[in-house]
């Protein structure tokens, strides 16, 4: 049995995987989850959508919002930090999709609300970008966090 975190020692930091899953996708998609140089860990990508038999409106949106946050938090906690220590905050958005019954507002506004209960002020910068599609085909939005130490 694995302990975690893994933490592999690269140029400037390490990798740190955080969890079994983080372990899995390390070997077999080949990209780490958080890579920490000197004081910056970088993020890797969340996906937060609907997983077989789970709901598509904003309230189930909102748990699978929190299932990807409770994710990143981890991993920020497995590098060393949390949270308050994000800078920036990237999301990829499918804004148009069977995985979602509502609109960019809808999604918009269950995004913020969630954030907020994971990232009190001061806020991070943010920059939210549409897309037709992400790595997983229920993927509704992709995450991913720059955190400063």
């Known amino acids: 049995m694995t302990d975690f975190p893994l933490r592999i020692a690269s140029t400037g930091g390490e990798v740190v995987i955080a969890s079994e899953r983080?372990?899995?996708?390390?070997?077999?998609?080949?990209?780490?989850?958080?890579?920490?140089?000197?004081?910056?860990?970088?993020?890797?990508?969340v996906i937060a959508g609907p997983l077989r038999g789970e709901g598509r409106d904003v309230e189930?949106?909102?748990?699978?919002?929190?299932?990807?946050f409770a994710d990143i938090g981890a991993t920020l906690e497995a590098a060393g930090a949390s949270f308050a220590h994000v800078a920036m905050i990237n999301t990829f958005h499918v804004?148009?999709?069977?995985?979602f019954e509502g609109d960019r507002?809808?999604?918009?506004?269950a995004f913020i609300a969630v954030k907020d209960e994971f990232m009190p002020?001061?806020?991070?910068?943010?920059?939210?970008?549409?897309?037709?599609?992400?790595?997983?085909?229920?993927?509704?939005?992709?995450i991913q966090m720059i955190a400063h130490l």
Do not use: C
């Open 22 to 45: 983080a372990e899995t996708m390390y070997n077999s998609f080949k990209f780490a989850a958080a890579r920490r140089v000197e004081r910056t860990i970088y993020l890797s990508g």
């Open 60 to 68: 189930a949106f909102k748990a699978q919002l929190r299932r990807a």
């Open 95 to 99: 804004w148009t999709s069977d995985n």
């Open 105 to 109: 507002n809808a999604q918009l506004g």
């Open 121 to 142: 002020p001061p806020h991070p910068a943010w920059t939210a970008v549409g897309t037709t599609g992400l790595a997983q085909d229920t993927g509704v939005v992709e």
